[in-house]
């Protein structure tokens, strides 16, 4: 496959999983409610505080939630499904490498996401009376597409191990909890174990909703933004690198149509 | 002394063995290594993510939500399982053979909920154990027997409302969907993150008529002291709750069982 057809490959593949995931009605619904239900947990411990600016951090934190969310379960699952209506097979077969063809898909879920996020946002705002002014809204605008992108890659990272075992798909679920406390997303990581810490900042997501919260409440967003890119692209290279060796050690244990 | 009635033995048999072979059936398709730690690892992180979400807000002790979460992830297994079991079968195509045979249903589908009682109870048994431990909560010995009862209890209470979700698979396609709501409302409302009284006065008004909202209190009042005749009154309110949604999800299963033939939709998936 010539360098010059790989952004038409991805463009294609994001578009047709963006359309693929637009269709299912209760998927979409459940992308948008299930973090309502634990941001509304947050916004309702959070006001019994009195404290306005705790608030206002929960409510940025929590409109994240849903974008990882989007990724670590349904992205895993997306694969798995591939790999139960038997066209895994034929996506391996195909001439576009198969990191490729995860790319879009992961990506495409963080997008879902963005639903989520304006939901969130939204509930925070009408019923606990949440007001999110952004203090700089082009490094908000710029942030929130970088964060999104990096946990598609980091999605894209946990696909890849999909591919060559069939119940890793688990993973997903088992991570989505735990990326929203190390990430600081609810609760501020300077409270967890001292342990944690070096955990979180190899996550894109913690770089990414400090990001947020720093466009949104007028600090400097600049180096976690970057921080946030750079274990984005990290994530992209080891998932590319290792999608091939991982592929081929899917096809000599004949694990691509087992489901 | 005369045998029991054979149609008794043959209800017994379905209720036991139907049930324990439609649980193998259910949990069949995922690997004991990776089902096994799903049902240990979430628990674990909810309560982790709600305790230190209650330590920066300083609303309630780590006891709190230890109790409260790992209570409320009894419905883990009690709502999945349970919309599984009909979800499942109608999308295998089984579903029409299992009501085409004259079984009848009150130990059918009673059957399936004894293994997911028994699934979410120690589910939930497990997360108290560990969660307790780390982050060390102390509890009178005593108190432990009375906690498992009341844990027991709230499992079933929710197992009731597992039957209704399994009736609703009668209707809808997307179960897991429907879990994961019913699952998030519970979390909410059932107040094992916030105390009750301190919920806005409609979602407390709500909260009581759901399963699961007396077992927690009641664990909770134990884990503080108090005696098992203390909490009788929530432990049979807990029970009743679980009861009553029960005999609705018996009676909607047998009302869309009637709808789906007539409509002919029982195998449409």
Redesign the interface.
């Known amino acids: 496959m010539s360098a010059a057809a790989v952004p038409r490959a991805l463009a294609i593949g994001y578009w047709m999983h963006l359309k693929m995931l637009a269709t299912s009605a209760f998927n979409g619904f459940l992308a948008i409610i299930w973090p309502l239900f634990f941001a509304t947990i947050a916004f309702l411990v959070y006001g019994l505080t009195g404290d306005d600016r705790t608030l206002l951090y929960a409510s940025i934190g929590a409109s994240v939630m849903g974008v990882w969310s989007a990724v670590s379960t349904s992205g895993s699952a997306t694969v798995q499904r591939e790999r139960r209506q038997g066209t895994l097979e034929l996506l391996v077969a195909a001439p576009v490498p198969i990191a490729w063809v995860l790319l879009p898909i992961t990506t495409a879920m963080a997008t879902v996401g963005l639903y989520s996020m304006a939901a969130t946002l939204l509930w925070g705002w009408l019923l606990f009376g949440i007001d999110v002014t952004i203090a700089h809204p082009l490094q908000f605008a710029v942030s929130v597409p970088v964060t999104v992108l990096a946990i598609g890659m980091l999605g894209f990272l946990l696909s890849v191990t999909v591919v060559r075992y069939r119940t890793a798909w688990a993973l997903g679920n088992a991570f989505e909890l735990p990326v929203w406390l190390v990430s600081g997303f609810l609760v501020p990581i300077s409270i967890l174990p001292e342990w944690v810490r070096p955990i979180s900042w190899v996550l894109a997501p913690t770089w990414g909703v400090r990001a947020i919260r720093e466009s949104a409440l007028g600090g400097q967003p600049l180096p976690d933004l970057l921080a946030c890119l750079g274990l984005g692209v990290g994530y992209l290279l080891i998932g590319v690198v290792c999608a091939e060796s991982v592929l081929r050690s899917a096809r000599q244990n004949a694990s691509l149509a087992l489901s | 002394m005369s045998a029991p009635p054979r149609s008794l033995v043959n209800s017994g048999r379905i209720l036991v063995v139907g049930g324990i072979i439609s649980y193998r059936a259910l949990f069949n398709w ?2 004991p ?2 089902l096994i ?2 049902f240990l ?2 628990p674990l ?2 309560i ?3 305790a ?8 309630a002790s780590d006891e709190f939500y230890v109790i409260g979460n790992a209570l409320q992830y009894a419905a883990i297994p009690c709502l999945f399982a349970m919309s599984s079991t009909i979800g499942d079968e109608r999308e295998e195509k089984t579903l029409g053979i299992i009501l085409s045979t004259p079984a009848p249903r009150v130990p059918l589908f009673l059957g399936r909920a004894l293994p997911v009682i028994l699934n979410g109870f120690l589910v939930a048994v497990f997360a108290l154990v560990v969660g307790g431990l780390m982050f060390s909560i102390d509890v009178p010995p005593s108190a432990y027997t009375p906690i498992l009862l009341a844990t027991l209890v709230a499992s079933f209470s929710c197992t009731g409302l597992g039957f209704v979700c399994a009736a609703l698979a009668l209707r809808v ?2 179960t897991a ?1 429907l879990a ?2 019913v699952f ?2 519970l ?2 409302f059932c107040g094992a ?2 105390p009750v009284d ?2 806005p006065d409609w979602m407390a008004a709500v909260s009581p008529w759901l399963p699961l909202t007396h077992g927690i209190e009641a664990a909770r009042q134990l884990a503080d002291g108090a005696a098992l005749g203390d909490v009788g009154d929530l432990l049979l309110k807990e029970a009743g709750v679980g009861a009553a949604f029960l005999v609705i999800g018996m009676l909607m299963l047998a009302y869309f069982e009637w709808e789906s033939r007539r409509r002919a939709t029982l195998e449409t998936f």
């Open positions: 995922l690997s290594w990776i730690p799903s690892v979430g992180a909810q982790l993510l709600f230190y979400l209650g330590r920066s807000a300083g609303v396609r997307e969907v994961n709501v998030g409302f979390l909410v993150n916030i301190l919920l």
